[in-house]
């Protein structure tokens, strides 16, 4: 695997740990970031070694947004940002794109400030577990931008329209455990303890079907556009379709065997 300029990244347990690393700028997101993490996360789709990703930061920040000094540079230096800000998005979105699409288990692990394009990246995956200290703020509108990073997308859905509109217009944060009444984040740990209980859920989930976990994820994405007929259609297919495989016929055997299921066994 490479080495990155803006990214730690390492694999342990079957868990491959995505580390944004600009700890004096609170991991603003960058050009360079932006990217990385576009190569970073389509590694983990096909390496088969990898069964479950955690994205997280380093220091104080999972992620403040983007980079609001290059943003102004850009607007003083050439007049204008729009050309950045199209970059910027378009590798933001192929990244957010990735991860909901990834056929495997995405944690975020918020260990300090969500604001902007890190509330969205909170957002897109599949799971987010959150420090007690962490806070939460979308932040957009106070630089007069609206929201990206599919934040508009998901937010409304898991909040409400209403909801999600006051939190992009008004840019009150909130801490951990208002995101945790908000089902923004699944769970929030002691801080003494942030690091360890998100590795324990990590290996759970790597020890876990994978490839079900996969169909079961694209159902769940599918389900937010669908009528309730076609998505029971696509449950259907779906279920038929798992018991043909290699997980469904360990599963069922561990069952009959009264043994724990080892699905990394038929990976």
């Not at 990206?148 to 944060?173: C, Q, R, W």
């Not at 208002?178 to 989930?205: D, M, Q, T």
């Not at 790597?206 to 998505?231: C, D, F, N, V, W």
Request: charged letters at 25%; proline letters at 3%; a negative charge.
């Amino acid at each position: 695997m490479k080495d990155y300029e803006t990214l730690i990244f390492e694999e342990k347990d079957e868990v491959a740990w995505i580390r944004m690393n600009r700890p004096d700028e609170l991991n603003a997101l960058n050009l360079p970031m932006a990217r990385e993490l576009c190569q970073a996360t389509a590694y983990c789709t096909v390496e088969k070694s990898v069964r479950a990703v955690v994205l997280t930061g380093t220091g104080r920040a999972f992620c403040a947004g983007g980079d609001v000094k290059k943003m102004a540079q850009e607007l003083a230096e050439t007049g204008r940002s729009d050309l950045f800000l199209r970059d910027l998005a378009l590798h933001l979105h192929s990244f957010v794109a990735e991860i909901a699409r990834m056929p495997k288990p995405v944690l975020a692990a918020v260990n300090g400030i969500a604001a902007g394009a890190g509330f969205s990246m909170t957002l897109a995956c599949d799971m987010s577990i959150a420090a007690e200290g962490a806070r939460f703020v979308m932040a957009y509108t106070n630089i007069g931008l609206v929201p990206d990073g599919s934040s508009t997308f998901f937010l409304s859905h898991l909040v409400g329209p209403k909801k999600a509109m006051e939190m992009i217009y008004l840019n009150e944060p909130i801490d951990a455990e208002e995101a945790l009444k908000l089902g923004i984040v699944n769970r929030v740990l002691p801080s003494e303890e942030f690091e360890k209980g998100v590795s324990e859920i990590a290996r759970k989930l790597a020890q876990g079907p994978t490839e079900t976990y996969g169909r079961a994820k694209e159902l769940i994405r599918k389900g937010l556009l669908e009528t309730l007929e076609s998505q029971m259609e696509s449950e259907r297919q779906g279920i038929a379709f798992s018991s043909l495989q290699g997980e469904f016929r360990e599963g069922v055997t561990a069952f009959r065997e009264k043994r724990k299921a080892d699905f990394s066994s038929v990976a």
